[in-house]
């Protein structure tokens, strides 16, 4: 059993950077792979970033590729998303999640789970 808490979500201008984190309790931190996922308003589910276990490896959404960073602290039990250059089109809640596993995983259906969400809201 897993439990999730973002933070870090809120109100800023397009071109802005905004760091988001997640802080992990229950099962060992370092056992699973994590990841970044939003839903923006009437829109599915979409996949963000993902890191691994020892954050050595790490993929992204081409829409964010270059411009958001995920990473861990496994000694925090904690995983962030730094997004920078924010655009109106990032406008979301962003969820974080825990994996099956140790791979990285891109698919929601792949995440077992999930914290409660952070609203996320890029003015032009």
């Known amino acids: 059993q897993v439990q999730l808490v973002e933070s870090g979500g809120g109100l800023v201008q397009a071109g802005d950077s905004l760091r988001l984190s997640c802080v992990a309790s229950?099962?060992?931190?370092?056992?699973?792979?994590m990841g970044w996922f939003r839903q923006a308003p009437g829109k599915e589910r979409e996949f963000v970033a993902t890191?691994?276990?020892?954050?050595?490896?790490?993929h992204y959404a081409d829409s964010v590729k270059g411009r958001f960073i995920i990473s861990r602290d496994n000694a925090k039990n904690t995983m962030y998303l730094l997004m920078n250059s924010l655009k109106s089109e990032d406008t979301a809640v962003y969820y974080c999640?825990?994996?099956?596993?140790?791979?990285?995983?891109?698919?929601?259906?792949?995440?077992?789970?999930w914290g409660q969400g952070t609203q996320v809201t890029v003015s032009s």
């Open positions: 999640a825990t994996a099956r596993g140790s791979v990285l995983r891109l698919k929601s259906d792949d995440y077992v789970y």
């Open positions: 229950g099962r060992t931190f370092d056992w699973y792979a």
């Open positions: 890191i691994n276990p020892t954050g050595g490896a790490t």
